[in-house]
C-alpha cells in the first residue's frame, strides 16, 4: 500500500518515486518514516533528493536555513514544501 494523503500531486509522487528508486524497500505507506534515521536518504541521496525538491517546487532551498525536520518524513515534506500548491 503506498501513501496517499489527500489530494496527492505530482510533486510529491515524484519523490515517492525517487526514494523508491533509491531504495526498493521504500513502500511510501507510513507518513512519518524517518528518511534519514532509516537510511531511506543517504548523504549522496539527501543532496540528490534537496535538488529534486528545488525542481519540482521552482524553489531554492537555503542550505543554511535549512530544518532538516522539514524533509525527515513525508508528512513533514509535503507539508513545507507541496501543501502550500494544492488548491
Known sequence: MTYHPPLVDSGM???????????????????DLDLIETRTLDSLGLVEFLLLIQELT????????LDLDSIRTLRGLRATYFTARNP
Do not use: A, H, K, Y
Open 13 to 31: 509522487q515524484e519523490v515517492i518515486g525517487f526514494l523508491t528508486t533509491r531504495n526498493p524497500d521504500f513502500t511510501g505507506d507510513d507518513p
Open 58 to 65: 521552482g524553489d531554492e532551498i537555503d542550505m543554511e536555513t
